[in-house]
C-alpha cells in the first residue's frame, strides 16, 4: 500500500494550485529546492509523473489532475476530522453556520429562534462567504451547517434538507426591452450579457467578473448585463431595476446542508430546529418545498 502523508499532500496541492514551484514554497513558507525535492519523492513513490517541467511553465500530468480532486478531497477529510474530534470534545463550542450575505430568503431568523428553544442549544456563530467556498467550509470543518442554493451549490459529500423552493428571475434595468414582460423563457435571455461569478469555474457568463449580488445588482443598474437569481436575493427590488419571472428555468432551493459524515448531536438538534421552523413558515404561507 502506498501512502502519502497529509503534508505531503499539502506540498502537492500548492504546487497544482499555483503551477508554480517558486510560489508555492513562498505559499507554504519553505525554500524551493526543498519542496522541489518532496515532490520528486512523491512521484518516485507512486511511480507516475505528477508535473510536466519546462523552462516556462509547470502543467499537471493526468496522474497529477486526478491526485488533485482526490487529494484535496482527502486533505480536507483529515481536516474536518480533526476539527470534528476536538469540537465533539468540546460541551462550550459554538455552532458555526455559513451563508452568503443575504442568502438566507428572511428564514434566518426564525430558524434560530426555534433552535434557541431546544434544550441542548449553543451560541450560533455566523460566517459569511464568497459564491464558491460554502461547500468547502462544510467539507472541512469549518463551519457545522450551512444554507446553499441547489442546483448551484455542489452538495457532493454534504447531506441536506430543502427549506424553500422558488422560483428565479431576470432582474433589468428599468429601461430593459424585457422590463414590462409578465414573463420570459431562457430562449428570450439569448444574446444577453451574464455574469462571471468571481472563483466559480463555468458557467455561462460572459461578462464581468462579480463576487456578490450587490456588485451584480450594481452593474444591472449601470446596464452593464442582467441577472438571473431566486427571487428572494433581490427581495425588495433595488430602484431602477425590475424583477421578470423565468416561467421555464428550474426552480431554486435553499437547503441546509452539513458534512454527511458529521453525525453530533450538535448539527443533528440545529437542523430538527430548522425543519421544525420550516414547517411553521409553511404554514403561514411559504410555498412546501420539493
Not at 30 to 42: C, D, F, T, Y
Not at 159 to 175: C, F, M, Q
Request: proline share 7%.
Amino acid at each position: 500500500m502506498i501512502e502519502l502523508e497529509t503534508r505531503e499532500l499539502e506540498y502537492f496541492l500548492a504546487v497544482a494550485d499555483e503551477l508554480h514551484f517558486g510560489r508555492a514554497a513562498g505559499r507554504l513558507s519553505i525554500a524551493q529546492p526543498a519542496l522541489s525535492k518532496a515532490i520528486r519523492r512523491i512521484e518516485t513513490r507512486l511511480g507516475v509523473p505528477l508535473f510536466i517541467r519546462s523552462s516556462r511553465r509547470v502543467e499537471l500530468t493526468p496522474a497529477g489532475e486526478a491526485l488533485r480532486e482526490h487529494g484535496r478531497h482527502a486533505l480536507n477529510a483529515v481536516s474536518a476530522a480533526v476539527r470534528n474530534a476536538r469540537r465533539a470534545g468540546d460541551t462550550r463550542a459554538h455552532l458555526r453556520l455559513v451563508l452568503k450575505p443575504g442568502g438566507d430568503a428572511g428564514l434566518l431568523s426564525g430558524i434560530l429562534a426555534a433552535y434557541s428553544h431546544q434544550p441542548d442549544a449553543r451560541r450560533v456563530d455566523i460566517l459569511f462567504s464568497g459564491p464558491a467556498d460554502r461547500t468547502d467550509f462544510l467539507r472541512d470543518g469549518r463551519a457545522d451547517v450551512g444554507l446553499l442554493y441547489a442546483p448551484f451549490d455542489d452538495l457532493d459529500g454534504l447531506d441536506h434538507e430543502t427549506l424553500l423552493a422558488e422560483d428565479r428571475v431576470a432582474i433589468v434595468p428599468s429601461g430593459h426591452r424585457l422590463a414590462d414582460h409578465a414573463a420570459v423563457r431562457m430562449s428570450d435571455l439569448e444574446g444577453e450579457t451574464l455574469p462571471r461569478w468571481k472563483g466559480v469555474p463555468g458557467g455561462d457568463g460572459t461578462g464581468p467578473e462579480v463576487a456578490d449580488v450587490v456588485q451584480l445588482l450594481h452593474m444591472i443598474t449601470v446596464s452593464r448585463m442582467i441577472g438571473v437569481l431566486p427571487r428572494s436575493l433581490v427581495a425588495p427590488v433595488p430602484a431602477g431595476l425590475r424583477c421578470v419571472p423565468v416561467s421555464d428555468a428550474p426552480p431554486s432551493r435553499l437547503v441546509l446542508a452539513w458534512n454527511e459524515q458529521d453525525r453530533r448531536p450538535l448539527v443533528a438538534s440545529f437542523v430538527a430546529a430548522a425543519l421544525g421552523s420550516r414547517r411553521h413558515e409553511t404554514g403561514s404561507g411559504l410555498d412546501e418545498p420539493g
